[in-house]
């Protein structure tokens, strides 16, 4: 079966750094895509790993480790702006369909 | 440039009817994606469009959800007899390379 698990919800401080995890159990693997969404709005593309390690774009980072079916996004510097629900989606094929986790509520706080 | 549009924004019919739901994708792209997020819940994926290829059709959950994509370019989403459980944001995207596209979706509301 194809499973993606993400927290439900997390809160930070502004000005902080806070770490959002997903793990995944898919039936094949072909790309994972962060996306932000706020709400009533479309999803916004972060970030995209295939392969292992971490990718930087400014304030946002993203890591991704194949073996353990394991990757994070990190939000440094946090903005009240970034207050919104962080989407985790694997790609099992290329060119194919995205299987998303059900998205991580992040509350920033001044 | 222009991004991904969709039409209408909301939607309310009542159980029974038919709807149907538009999206342009970004010129170009060749691969157009159906999706609902329903209350609560995560994205589902409905559809899929690439070329000239046949759709993948795996995750549209009943015979009376169907959609097509005329000239590669414009694809509508038809709902057949609704149901209250369909309502939901059915969001389409858009592709080219890597990365999908999403556009602001419609709101269906099925009373």
């Known amino acids: 079966g194809q499973n993606i698990d993400q927290p439900t919800e997390m809160t930070a401080t502004e000005g902080a750094i806070v770490q959002i995890n997903c793990t995944y159990q898919t039936s094949g693997f072909n790309g994972l895509f962060w996306y932000q969404q706020h709400a009533g709005e479309a999803p916004t593309f972060l970030s995209y790993n295939v392969l292992d390690g971490l990718e930087e774009k400014g304030r946002f980072s993203s890591f991704l480790s194949r073996s353990k079916g394991y990757s994070y996004l990190l939000l440094k510097e946090l903005q009240m702006k970034d207050s919104a629900s962080y989407l985790c989606a694997v790609r099992a094929n290329q060119g194919g369909k995205l299987i998303f986790g059900q998205g991580t509520e992040l509350s920033v706080k001044p | 440039g222009a991004g991904v549009s969709q039409s209408p924004s909301n939607k309310v019919t009542e159980k029974g009817k038919d709807v149907e739901l538009r999206c342009d994708p970004i010129s170009g792209h060749t691969a157009l994606y159906w999706y609902r997020q329903s209350l609560g819940q995560g994205l589902e994926f409905l559809i899929y469009?690439?070329?000239?290829?046949?759709?993948?059709k795996s995750g549209l959950p009943s015979d009376r959800f169907s959609a097509e994509r005329t000239g590669g370019s414009v694809s509508t989403l038809t709902i057949q007899r609704t149901q209250q459980e369909d309502s939901a944001v059915y969001l389409c995207a858009s592709r080219i390379t890597d990365t999908q596209y999403f556009g602001p979706g419609t709101r269906l509301t099925v009373l």
């Open positions: 469009f690439q070329g000239n290829s046949a759709p993948d």
